[in-house]
């Protein structure tokens, strides 16, 4: 006993730590001090307010997360009743079936995207607004689907025979028991998609047209074209937008994840 | 059992639902696999005679190919690297006091959440200032591709490493210490045997998180003039690509669908021993 607690290996995660430093916080603070440098290499603010007075700017961060959201919405509402029927009986049963829900998470996404796009092609839809929102659901589909698909199943069945013999019927049982247990999965689902999707400019450019744009394709063109600082401006309040996000999603979890300690908590 | 012919209506909707997303899911990648045999321009076009041509194609396309293998490079290397450094933090953190533990999953974290557009311009800076600033003889390459890959997938063999750290029995470990095996004897043969499934499958996530990544790759290979599969196919998908890639993509699919088929093949045979075992 003596000797074990003697033994505290964490020199091995000083590596990581050194690596962290370098390649994780560095950046992220030269993210802000390119932000706040001008063209002329002198401190100033002009970064940000270029960003703010830009309308276009504004605009462009309430159409990205108009897609963002429209996406998820859509995403959620055909991941759901699927995830719902494999946890169910007897679908539950055949393991392959969720397999294969789930198998396109491991084929490269831009190769997936080529397929949808040729097929849409073929049946005659262009590049317009809608393909792009069809790209983002069909890319996501299985990160949305994998959570909800996985709190469902690990779901204590007896809670749901409690509410039936209590007299509530299948809706009512669904409504006031298993959608609330299945929120940890929802929220889990929607922020492995909402967020991601402000970067995901690789689908928007190859399924959309001039109108269909996210804001991290702005931030890539900012970079290709030497603007470092307002480009590190857009960034940056894209940053402080994920960090607040991530806190109300966390707030939000924290709060759903209650109802189930007495239950199975998987996630 | 006898069902009520409700439940039985029932069953067929579901049935139904279920099919019909699967079908959405899957014919798109059907038809490239099915037209990667065919001579078409595109797909839709007439399918004229089976061919295997686009295959001979795609091993004379140089820059297919080197995409191919950059993907490839980029993901063994990196993946190698951040199940070797991901490991080792798992073990140090798993040692750690909660406070300094909580710091560094909550700067692990950062790396997950962060949107991939601000990470990606985060590496793209630091060389920047490595390079201009510090005045470093470094450049935008396939090495540091690589290390920006092994930063980004790191996390995640963390993750699936310290769940499998925390199930084990510490007192395997004291057992080994106490009977004198010295503390990095007992590591190796006690503790990395028990963590090997564990980094096997960290090893996993971090190759395919390496394979999709896109986003990381375009921006910090800016004036490199190195592609992977992902920016090749982005820069020739809003004008024409080759047909190819129809051949390419097929072999990804047949190559995901084997890994899996055995992988599920291993892990029931395993499940099969473990429950013989108890028994």
Redesign the interface.
Same mark, same amino acid.
């Given at each position: 006993?003596k000797?074990?607690k003697t033994?505290?290996?964490? @020199? %091995? @995660?000083?590596? !990581?730590?050194g690596?962290?430093i370098?390649?994780?916080?560095? +950046?992220?603070i030269?993210?802000l001090i !390119?932000s706040l440098i001008g063209e002329d290499g002198s401190f100033t603010f002009n970064n940000f307010i270029d960003v703010f007075s830009n309308p276009e700017n504004v605009n462009q961060l309430f159409k990205t997360v108009g897609i963002a959201a429209l996406s998820t919405a859509i995403c959620l509402v055909?991941a759901y009743?699927?995830a719902y029927?494999?946890a *169910?009986s007897p679908?539950n049963k055949i393991a392959i $079936?969720s397999?294969? %829900?789930i198998? +396109?998470?491991?084929?490269?996404?831009?190769?997936?995207?080529?397929? $949808?796009?040729?097929?849409l092609?073929?049946?005659g839809i262009g590049?317009s607004y809608g393909a792009a929102v069809i790209g983002m659901v !069909?890319d996501f %589909?299985p990160y949305m689907l994998l959570p909800i698909y996985t709190v469902l199943s690990n779901m204590d069945k007896s809670y749901n025979e409690a509410s039936l013999d209590l007299g509530a019927n299948g809706v009512k049982t669904f409504l006031k028991v298993t959608l609330p247990l299945s929120l940890p999965g929802i929220i889990s689902g929607i922020?492995m998609m909402f967020? +991601?999707i402000?970067?995901? !400019?690789?689908i928007t450019?190859?399924m959309g047209d001039m109108n269909t744009s996210v804001?991290?394709a702005k931030?890539?063109t900012l970079?290709?074209q030497d603007s470092?600082g307002y480009? *590190?401006a857009l960034?940056f309040v $894209?940053?402080v937008i994920?960090i607040a996000v991530?806190l109300i999603g966390s707030a939000l979890s924290g709060k759903t994840s209650k109802p189930i300690k007495g239950g199975k908590k998987d996630e | 059992m006898n069902k009520k012919p409700s439940s039985i209506v029932a069953l067929i909707v579901k049935w139904l639902v279920l099919i019909i997303v699967l079908a959405a899911i899957y014919l798109p990648l059907i038809m490239i696999v099915a037209y990667s045999f065919s001579p078409a321009r595109s797909i839709g076009d007439e399918f004229g005679t089976f061919t295997l041509s686009l295959y001979g194609k795609l091993f004379e396309n140089e820059k297919l190919l080197s995409a191919t293998r950059n993907t490839l490079v980029i993901g063994i290397i990196s993946a190698t690297l951040a199940t070797l450094l991901g490991t080792t933090a798992s073990i140090g953190i798993h040692y750690m006091r909660k406070k300094s533990r909580a710091i560094i999953d909550a700067s692990s974290q950062i790396t997950i959440v962060n949107a991939e557009i601000v990470t990606a311009m985060g590496f793209f800076l630091l060389m920047l200032f490595l390079r201009d600033t510090l005045l470093l003889p470094v450049n935008f390459s396939i090495t540091w591709l690589i290390i920006a890959h092994t930063v980004i997938t790191t996390p995640y063999v963390i993750l699936t490493v310290s769940p499998r750290l925390k199930q084990l029995n510490p007192n395997t470990l004291e057992a080994s210490l106490d009977l004198g095996a010295g503390p990095m004897r007992s590591l190796f043969t006690v503790m990395l045997p028990q963590l090997a499934g564990a980094m096997v499958s960290g090893f996993a996530l971090a190759f395919t998180l390496s394979l999709d990544d896109f986003v990381i790759t375009n921006i910090n290979s800016i004036g490199a003039d190195i592609e992977t599969i992902s920016t090749f196919v982005y820069s020739g998908i809003r004008k024409k690509l080759p047909s190819e890639i129809r051949a390419l993509s097929t072999l990804i699919f047949a190559v995901v669908l084997i890994s899996l088929i055995v992988y599920n093949i291993i892990k029931n045979k395993n499940a099969k021993n473990s429950k013989g075992d108890k028994k």
């Open positions: 006993m000797k074990a033994f505290r290996p964490t @020199a %091995f @995660a000083f590596p !990581y730590v690596v962290t370098v390649f994780v916080i560095v +950046p992220l030269l993210v !390119y055909i009743p699927v029927i494999l *169910s679908f $079936l397999l294969l %829900f198998i +396109p998470m491991w084929i490269n996404f831009m190769l997936r995207i080529f397929a $949808l796009k040729s097929m092609q073929m049946i590049q !069909y %589909f922020s967020m +991601p402000f970067s995901s !400019y690789s450019m190859a804001i991290g931030i890539a970079f290709e470092y480009g *590190s960034s $894209l940053l994920v991530m | -």
